[in-house]
Each structure stands twice: as structure tokens, then as C-alpha cells.
């Protein structure tokens, strides 16, 4: 199993980030993802969640409205949507599926 997170990076308060998380090494048509994220002297947090074939999304309550959570079984890859980002956004953001190893993570940072 590999999960490899791409898009991070510096935004403005407001601003848009789309992160991608590219899977290989087992069926991902079959499996439910995540999206979590790490913050400085914080627990991981679980930010959002899409079932195999994409119909049921759910998000933490501090990104609804903001984020959305979706994939393609095609690229097998997953995405997490981000915008009106607010500082407390700032994290390493890492795709998950249930029972697989954590990826490296892509760092988000928002500011000013």
C-alpha cells in the first residue's frame, strides 16, 4: 500500500487549496478514504471521509461548507477540495484508507 499527497503549500487567509492523494497497492474501487490532519502540538485530527464508490461524504464540523472530499476510481486518487481557508487550517494534511499506512502528508499553511 502507497499513498502519495500532493498540492500543499503557503495560502493567504480565504484562499483555495486542492490536494490530491495518489493510492497504489491494493483495490482502491473497493476501499474508503480519508483525510486527516496534523497540526503543531495537536492530535490528528479525521477532516473528511468518502465511501468506496463516492456517494456518502462526511466532514469534520470545523471545514463543512468550506471543504469537499471526492475521488476518481479511475486515477485512483482522492482529493480534498479546500476553500475559505482560515489559519487554523495550518496542518499536515494526510489520505488515509481503513487499516493502510499514513503517507508523508502535505503541509498546508495559511497566512498572511
Known amino acids: 500500500v502507497q499513498l502519495v499527497e500532493s498540492g500543499g503549500g503557503l495560502v493567504q487567509p480565504g484562499g483555495s487549496l486542492r490536494l490530491s492523494c495518489l493510492a497504489s497497492?491494493?483495490?482502491?474501487?473497493?476501499?474508503?478514504m480519508s483525510w486527516y490532519r496534523q497540526a503543531p502540538g495537536k492530535e490528528r485530527e479525521l477532516v473528511a471521509l468518502?465511501?468506496?464508490?463516492?456517494?456518502?461524504?462526511n466532514y469534520a464540523d470545523s471545514v463543512k461548507g468550506r471543504f469537499t472530499i471526492s475521488r476518481d476510481n479511475t486515477k485512483n486518487t482522492v482529493y480534498l477540495q479546500m476553500n475559505s481557508l482560515k489559519p487554523e487550517d495550518t496542518a499536515v494534511y494526510l489520505c488515509?484508507?481503513?487499516?493502510?499506512?499514513w503517507g508523508q502528508g502535505t503541509q498546508v499553511t495559511v497566512s498572511s
Open positions: 488515509k484508507k481503513p487499516s493502510g499506512p
Open positions: 497497492g491494493f483495490t482502491f474501487g473497493h476501499a474508503d
Open positions: 468518502i465511501v468506496s464508490d463516492g456517494r456518502i461524504t
